[in-house]
């Protein structure tokens, strides 16, 4: 099932609510895939950040790897900066256990040691199992266990939500 939240409107506020963090000079930005990349394609222009937009692949750094396996299309991870001392805004969809967060802390932290991070998630659905919280989230909702929002794409953005049957 589509919702009816508009992608576009919900990029716009999350750049305007990013813009008062940022120094277009010296902050950069860094996606994760799939979805996270997508959307800060959008954040990166629409904010004018001058360093080149920065691409994580979380696969490896899962917590979790062995119960969800590996995920079919493992990407290179492209971090076209120094990360020592800057400011990095990451972008993901959607926040849900924050372990997609933390891994991509890890990876990140791989690189060198940044000055802050902070979150940029377009959902934050609520369910968290680490302390992980976004600065700026689009949308907060509180999704349900059997809820599922996927952020579908890259042509055009959509939010899909998906009732599951949870299992006996």
């Excluded at 400011?87 to 990140?108: H, Q």
């Excluded at 968290?128 to 055009?156: M, S, Y």
């Amino acid at each position: 099932m589509t919702t009816d939240w508009d992608v576009t409107a919900l990029l716009a506020g999350m750049a305007r609510d990013l813009r008062p963090l940022i120094d277009p000079e010296q902050t950069a930005m860094i996606g994760i895939f799939t979805g996270g990349v997508w959307l800060a394609r959008t954040l990166h222009a629409a904010l004018g950040l001058q360093q080149p937009l920065g691409q994580v692949d979380i696969s490896f750094y899962r917590d979790d790897f062995s119960q969800i396996g590996l995920h079919p299309q493992v990407r290179t991870s492209d971090i076209p900066f120094g990360i020592d001392g800057r400011d990095i805004i990451l972008v993901d969809d959607v926040l849900y256990t924050g372990r997609t967060v933390r891994a991509a802390m890890n990876e990140i932290f791989d690189y060198g040691r940044p000055a802050r991070i902070r979150l940029a998630v377009l959902v934050d659905r609520g369910g968290h199992e680490l302390p992980v919280a976004a600065d700026v989230a689009a949308l907060r909702l509180n999704a349900t266990a059997g809820e599922h929002i996927k952020l579908r794409g890259p042509e055009p953005l959509r939010l899909e939500l998906e009732q599951r049957r949870l299992q006996p």
